[in-house]
């Protein structure tokens, strides 16, 4: 017995998946407009106990996603999430309507507990991601619970296992979301062993995985210092013979400072040979006439593939190894109904045809997951605890053409922020921390004279436990003086801001 999880786009699907599976619920995820019949016949009259709907990034108000209706024949437990809900509400007679709200965490309140909401979670934070809002229910649905900005946030028919709910129970900035799943569960009716992912298991089934696809051929790996390569750099260490395993950092001059140190440094540890291939000349000059974000992206994600070709040319290997995880394929719009949020170099920026196989056995993965991983690998912290760095580096930090100069800039002042947050013990709650040069003028005043600033930065600091939600970060308000004062005096910029967006509705990056 599982529990289906129609994917209608959602980037969060396969946190419902994770909550379920860590729970020990069998789950399977597949494409929203799947048959019920079709999946019906494979896995047996009686082998499905519910299903799930998830969000998606389209409307239920116009033509997006075609779910079945024969689920509802089926006469299982059903639980729609923020789409899902909509398109719920919508079959059993339900008004949908798009409103002005749309992005923020809420307080709930039970208006009637029952299986899936009990009276305890009255008053938690549940995290809002939607612009269509149920404005009037139709008589079949019994509201159980609303929020300030929606009436009925939560339903349930009235004599069906049919429930929906507007928020988002699978992310972690929903205080009781992972309650609601386990509720829904049971509803079901199906075994619930909770297994949690374990990074032992992980290991011990993707060693065998690894060298039964690349059986005695050469792998080598693009390595960026990052927990994500730098894992994947240990766990292929394990499963490769010392001779099949190269490493390569490619230098495009959009790094860290300290990036070629970590690189060389990690391999020498884990006794994996190395190389350096500088490639800034190449990457700078591309870059240097484009200004779109997305475009930038493709291009970083063009010029590194062509890199890795010549490398593995060079070296004569087959495979090309990279830390892509899963929130590199959602954002890049890797599901068939997902939106692209922004391109990821390594998965969107990726040329369709490849002259080498490629190799990504953390695709699944989430962040925290990855340094559990690195952490029983046994990597030190400096890679393990290293906070979140985008691949296309400082490209997608400086708004603009991207020149050697302005990215100089922009890799001082995010070092600036990062030290005076470690200064005042402030690291470890600090999931990515950086600066953002804009192109943008304000008046300034040095003595008694009028300055015209051509640049401004905003700092962006949050806190997160996957990068699939972010909150700014409230805790480094008394670091912001220091920084402000530090940016304004060792850069040429004369103008700082915070940004205190969270994620939803914004991105962690800027680009």
Avoid at 178 to 203: D, G, H, N, Y
Wanted: aromatic share 8%; net charge negative.
């Amino acid at each position: 017995m599982r529990i289906v999880i129609l994917d209608c786009g959602s980037q969060y699907t396969q946190l419902i998946r994770r909550v379920l599976d860590e729970s020990g619920v069998a789950t399977s995820v597949v494409d929203g407009d799947v048959f019920a019949d079709e999946l019906a016949a494979r896995y047996g009259t009686n082998g499905i106990a519910g299903v799930v709907i998830s969000g998606g990034s389209g409307s239920i108000t116009g033509d997006y996603v075609q779910i079945d209706p024969a689920w509802l024949q089926l006469n299982i437990p059903m639980l729609g999430i923020c789409f899902g809900y909509q398109w719920l509400a919508q079959k059993f007679g339900s008004t949908v309507s798009t409103t002005s709200h749309g992005f923020a965490g809420e307080r709930l309140a039970v208006l009637r507990a029952n299986q899936l909401i009990s009276s305890s979670q009255d008053g938690t934070t549940v995290w809002m991601s939607h612009r269509d809002s149920v404005t009037s229910l139709g008589s079949e649905l019994v509201p159980i619970a609303c929020t300030p900005e929606s009436t009925v946030a939560a339903f349930q028919h009235e004599s069906l296992a049919v429930y929906g709910v507007q928020f988002h129970p699978e992310v972690s900035h929903s205080d009781i979301g992972a309650e609601i799943l386990r509720a829904f569960a049971k509803i079901c009716e199906v075994s619930m062993r909770p297994t949690p992912w374990s990074p032992e298991k992980f290991v011990d089934e993707t060693i065998p995985q690894l060298r039964g696809a690349v059986g005695s051929d050469r792998v080598l790996l693009a390595l960026s210092g990052g927990v994500d390569s730098s894992s994947l750099c240990a766990l292929l260490a394990r499963a490769m013979q010392p001779d099949q395993l190269l490493a390569v950092y490619i230098d495009s001059g959009l790094m860290q400072e300290e990036t070629s140190k970590l690189t060389s440094e990690l391999c020498k540890r884990l006794g994996v040979s190395y190389v350096e291939w500088d490639a800034a000349t190449r990457f700078f000059s591309a870059l240097n006439v484009v200004k779109d974000p997305t475009e930038k992206c493709l291009v970083v994600g063009k010029i590194f593939a062509s890199e890795l070709t010549a490398v593995a040319q060079l070296h004569n290997c087959r495979f090309v190894a990279q830390g892509t995880i899963w929130s590199d394929v959602i954002e890049s719009g890797g599901t068939k109904f997902s939106s692209q949020i922004k391109p990821h170099h390594n998965v969107a920026g990726m040329p369709e045809v490849l002259s080498f196989e490629l190799l990504e056995p953390l695709r699944s993965l989430f962040k925290d997951q990855v340094r559990q991983l690195a952490s029983h690998l046994g990597l030190p912290k400096e890679y393990s605890a290293r906070r979140v760095f985008p691949g296309p580096g400082f490209a997608i930090r400086v708004k603009g053409l991207v020149t050697p100069k302005k990215v100089a800039v922009v890799r001082r002042a995010s070092q600036i922020v990062e030290e005076v947050l470690d200064q005042q013990g402030l690291g470890p709650s600090i999931w990515m921390a950086f600066a953002v040069l804009l192109e943008v003028d304000s008046l300034g005043v040095q003595g008694d004279h009028r300055v015209e600033n051509r640049w401004a930065l905003v700092v962006r600091i949050v806190e997160s436990t996957n990068s699939m939600t972010a909150r700014f970060s409230r805790s480094a308000y008394g670091a912001l003086e220091e920084i402000a004062s530090r940016l304004v005096h060792e850069t040429v910029v004369g103008r700082v801001v915070y940004d205190i967006t969270d994620k939803p509705p914004a991105t962690i990056e800027w680009e």
